[in-house]
């Protein structure tokens, strides 16, 4: 790995990362890595208040981390749950993504979610947000369950995937475009 170290970096410098991080996710490391990506200059450069929204969907990408991702590792007597989160630029503008392994009878469910929010618009959601706010959150839900929406409404576009690791376990992977 010491080798390939810098092939590593200069991949990812040659695909825009800005931020990169994998492993165990805590509430800790959500606030370090939320005040690297607030403070990054390049990030405001091209649009006032970006770095405000990439923040906010890096933060509901972390939530959902921390509420569902099923792989989890004792240390220290707590536990943590684990997940990759990049931030970064490319062709099409900045980007936030994030992923981590869930339960494979979670997917389709997560999927159907996530396809009506892209085929709404920005009022749309925006009124769909409202309505969930004054619902109770379904019974999967271990927040306030407003966390994709959130998402849908402050990136541009969205985009998902799932890639199944074993029968007990997929890796889903979520890309908000800005």
């Known amino acids: 790995m010491n080798e390939g170290l810098y092939q590593f970096k200069q991949r990812l410098n040659n695909e825009g990362v800005i931020f990169c991080y994998s492993g165990p996710i805590t509430q800790e490391l959500t606030e370090v890595i939320g005040h690297v990506i607030r403070t990054k200059p390049e990030i405001n450069q091209d649009r006032p208040n970006l770095s405000l929204k990439v923040f906010s969907v890096f933060v509901e990408m972390v939530q959902n981390v921390l509420n569902y991702s099923e792989t989890l590792t004792e240390e220290h007597h707590h536990e943590e749950r684990e997940g990759v989160v990049v931030v970064g630029r490319d062709e099409k503008g900045y980007y936030v993504l994030c992923g981590n392994q869930i339960d494979p009878a979670s997917v389709e469910r997560i999927t159907k979610r996530l396809e009506t929010l892209q085929q709404m618009d920005k009022d749309a959601l925006r009124k769909h947000y409202k309505e969930q706010r004054r619902k109770d959150p379904d019974e999967f839900s271990k927040g306030a369950g407003l966390g ?27 890309k908000a475009l800005f």
């Open 148 to 174: 994709f929406i959130e998402i849908a409404r402050k990136a541009e576009s969205f985009e998902f995937s799932f890639a199944p690791i074993s029968p007990k376990t997929t890796f889903f992977s979520l």
